[in-house]
């Protein structure tokens, strides 16, 4: 079964910084656009960064830009995060998906349009 699967989350003090990864099982990114998105308690699930499969671009939400860095490895088998200078409204399950990243519009298009959901990660950062 194609699944995405995520790892490196954990509690963290404000300030800090954690490097999630995203990892395929079943299918191989060479072809796919992949977004990170983090659900809190009681909120929707948002999208914060997404990678472009065929020129390595990026985007990034408001709310994480300047502070996370969306990579992928050469071998294109893992997308990473990397999260620096966390605060406590960093705290979520974060999650990676397979989708369009148009970079260009500055857009990650709607939720509905992304596939091989994993189970998360939990990011907690303390005040």
């Known amino acids: 079964q194609a699944q995405l699967g995520e790892s490196g989350g954990g509690l963290v003090q404000s300030g800090g910084a954690l490097r999630l990864s995203c990892v395929a099982s079943g299918f191989t990114l060479d072809y796919y656009d992949i977004g990170w998105f983090r659900q809190s308690p009681g909120k929707e699930r948002e999208g914060i960064s997404c990678?472009?499969?065929?020129?390595?671009?990026?985007y990034y939400a408001d709310p994480v830009k300047g502070r996370f860095t969306i990579s992928r490895n050469n071998a294109k088998t893992t997308v990473y995060l990397q999260m620096n200078s966390l605060k406590p409204e960093d705290t979520a399950v974060y999650y990676c998906?397979?989708?369009?990243?148009?970079?260009?519009?500055?857009?990650?298009?709607?939720?509905?349009?992304?596939?091989?959901w994993g189970q998360g990660t939990q990011v907690t950062v303390s005040s």
């Open positions: 998906a397979a989708g369009p990243c148009y970079t260009a519009a500055q857009s990650m298009g709607f939720i509905s349009d992304y596939d091989y």
């Open positions: 990678i472009n499969s065929s020129d390595g671009s990026t």
